[in-house]
């Protein structure tokens, strides 16, 4: 009980805080990594979903998803940055591409999209009638016009010049235009070329981006293509680019076939998650019921978390038999917010027998910032380690319902 009053007077003691006390901090360093894997799998969606958007030409939703993801500050928060600023050129929000900008080279001094970047600054200064940046020649930008005439004019003869481009030692920003020059064509010629690169690519980033532009190229032959060079190729980030097109092409059927088959753990994964960013929930609770692999399943639990499945995750804290994964549907329930979770989260703690699986259903309610039902555990609950822990927690929680109990405790 000592132990239950002395949090609570942390809880009510204005010299204590978790930004002031390093003991206070302490305690919240497992909800944080909680918070980072979700935030992991969060930068992937909106990264994705950045993508298809600028795909589509739907800056406005590209711009918002981008920065979005740049907001988590993980592995891909420059790419982030930059496609943003992109983006917002292309709505004509100038002034708010150019500060992405600025963020991307304060944020990455290293990053290898700030020669991207530097070219999409002298396009819109230029554009504003500013000086242009005096590292930035626009050698590029009269390509890429050059390139686009042409192949709408005369694609016979732009399709040669293209390959040319791709060979050679052009910038990121060229070759990218060049395949997506490839991929809005149309023409069957156009998708033999980008098929070639997409198997035998004069480097591997070229040779990745030509499969993702294959994947928004459509049809059954670009399709099939895909499978090919998913099944012949020997490079890991090649068939992990296939995968990501089958995704953006709306492919579910290939990528449930790759996550059932599949026997490297990496690229089950992969194909895993992407069948969550696309919302595909139904064919994740099939593959579940076939799956024997507890890792595998673990990454469907993460999928399903990911494309917002909270009722087949609510379905698995009450059935699932293995308590590991069993603990790990319950974190992900969690994070879906209270709104889809706090009932079935506080049902499920009133008949649980297991006291790690309340726990965790403790530490779900706190990363949900869920005050009030801790404050009902933590009044209910008679075995006094369990009730510790939900104090504990409410100890960490600026809250009226967590400060009004710790009053009460101290009475």
């Known amino acids: ?31 944080a990594f909680l918070l980072t894997d979700a935030a992991q799998a969060t930068e992937q969606t909106l990264y994705a979903q950045g993508t ?36 917002l050129n292309k709505r004509g929000r100038r002034d708010d591409a150019l500060a992405a900008i600025t963020a991307l080279r304060n944020a990455h001094p290293k990053s290898r ?8 600054e002298a396009e819109i200064r230029q554009a504003s009638g500013q000086t242009a940046v005096p590292e930035r020649n626009g050698d590029d930008d009269l390509k890429l016009m050059a390139l686009g005439g042409l192949m709408n004019a005369d694609p016979d003869r732009a399709l040669p010049l293209v390959e040319q481009m ?52 459509g049809g059954q032959e670009s399709r099939q293509a895909l499978v090919d060079i998913y099944k012949s190729s020997q490079s890991a980030r090649a068939r992990k680019a296939v995968l990501q097109a089958f995704m953006v092409a709306g492919d579910r059927a290939r990528l449930l076939e790759v996550a059932r ?11 895993i998650h992407l069948i969550g960013v696309s919302g595909g929930g139904d064919q994740l609770w099939q593959l579940y019921q076939q799956e024997a692999s507890v890792e595998a399943k673990g990454a469907i639990i993460n999928a399903l ?43 499920l703690y009133g008949t ?9 259903i403790i530490n779900a309610f706190f990363i949900q910032g869920n005050a009030a ?3 009902e555990i933590a009044r209910a609950e008679q075995d006094p380690t369990l009730k510790r822990d939900a104090v504990q927690k409410l100890s960490l929680m600026r809250s009226k319902d967590a400060t009004d109990y710790m009053l009460e405790l101290l009475k």
């Open 113 to 120: 999209w700030l020669r991207d970047a530097r070219a999409l």
């Open 305 to 347: 978390f990911v494309g917002g499945s909270a009722d087949r995750l609510a379905e698995l804290v009450q059935k699932e038999a293995d308590p590991r994964l069993r603990r790990e549907a319950i974190q992900k329930l969690g994070l879906t917010g209270a709104s889809k979770s706090a009932a079935v989260l506080k049902q």
């Open 261 to 271: 088959t599949e026997t490297s753990p990496e690229l089950k994964r992969e194909a």
């Open 1 to 31: 009980m000592t132990s239950i009053l002395v949090a609570a007077l942390l809880a009510v003691s204005p010299a204590v805080s978790p930004a002031a006390s390093p003991a206070a901090r302490g305690p919240v360093a497992p909800a």
């Open 352 to 360: 649980e027998k297991d006291p790690d699986i309340k726990r965790t």
């Open 52 to 87: 298809a958007a600028l795909d589509r030409g739907e800056f406005d939703k590209a711009a918002q998803a981008f920065t979005d993801a740049a907001a988590l500050k993980g592995e891909r928060a420059d790419g982030a940055l930059y496609w943003s600023a992109y983006a």
């Open 373 to 375: 039902t801790l404050v």
């Open 166 to 217: 791709l060979a050679s030692s052009q910038s990121e920003k060229v070759r990218d235009r060049a395949l997506f020059v490839l991929a809005q064509s149309g023409s069957p010629k156009a998708r033999e070329v980008l098929v070639r690169i997409a198997r035998t690519g004069p480097d591997e980033d070229t040779q990745t981006r030509a499969i993702r532009y294959l994947g928004l190229f």
